[in-house]
């Protein structure tokens, strides 16, 4: 496996540790991957082929093989931006459950993250998707078009 399939490897189980892929936790992957080199630069036939590549590696050797397998590839750096990723996959459709917090704990044994920098990773997902009650006095006006 190469660095490249390892990085998405991990992002992509994280969205199906559960073996279920929801609406939420699938475009989100496919968020960060369109949005992150050298990824955003895939012609849509290779990244078709890479999501074809793990979906299939994750149907023969599952979730937890899958990370064993990518934490090998991964430089120290890229495994914490791995796990960052798959941190924030997992909290983009809503607070931790407590099996998803067991697998992200998991995740960062695997990935050799200490649990402190594991702790410091997850807060900033938690600040960022936080529940805001927002009020405005702007007052919404219908746009005329020229």
Same mark, same amino acid.
């Given at each position: 496996?190469?660095?490249?399939?390892?990085?998405?490897?991990?992002?992509?189980?994280?969205?199906?540790?559960?073996?279920?892929?929801?609406?939420?936790?699938?475009?989100?992957?496919?968020?960060?991957?369109?949005?992150?080199?050298?990824?955003?630069? @895939? =012609?849509?036939?290779? *990244?078709?082929?890479?999501?074809?590549?793990?979906? +299939?590696? /994750? &149907?023969?050797?599952?979730?937890?093989?899958?990370?064993?397998?990518?934490?090998?590839?991964?430089?120290?750096?890229?495994?914490?931006?791995?796990?960052? @990723? =798959?941190?924030?996959? *997992?909290?983009?459709?809503?607070?931790?459950?407590? +099996?998803? /917090? &067991?697998?992200?704990?998991?995740?960062?044994?695997?990935?050799?993250?200490?649990?402190?920098?594991?702790?410091?990773?997850?807060?900033?997902?938690?600040?960022?998707?936080?529940?805001?009650?927002?009020?405005?006095?702007?007052?919404?006006?219908?746009?005329?078009?020229?």
């Amino acid at each position: 496996m190469d660095s490249l399939t390892a990085f998405a490897a991990v992002g992509f189980a994280a969205v199906s540790w559960d073996s279920h892929f929801t609406k939420a936790g699938t475009r989100a992957f496919r968020h960060a991957l369109d949005y992150r080199e050298p990824f955003c630069r @895939m =012609a849509d036939g290779e *990244m078709i082929a890479l999501l074809d590549e793990l979906l +299939e590696l /994750r &149907r023969s050797v599952g979730a937890h093989q899958m990370m064993l397998e990518a934490a090998k590839c991964l430089t120290k750096a890229q495994c914490m931006t791995a796990y960052a @990723m =798959a941190s924030e996959l *997992m909290r983009s459709d809503g607070p931790f459950e407590p +099996e998803e /917090r &067991r697998f992200l704990d998991h995740l960062a044994v695997t990935l050799e993250i200490s649990k402190f920098e594991a702790q410091r990773i997850d807060t900033v997902f938690e600040i960022f998707h936080a529940s805001l009650t927002l009020s405005s006095t702007l007052e919404a006006t219908p746009s005329v078009l020229v």
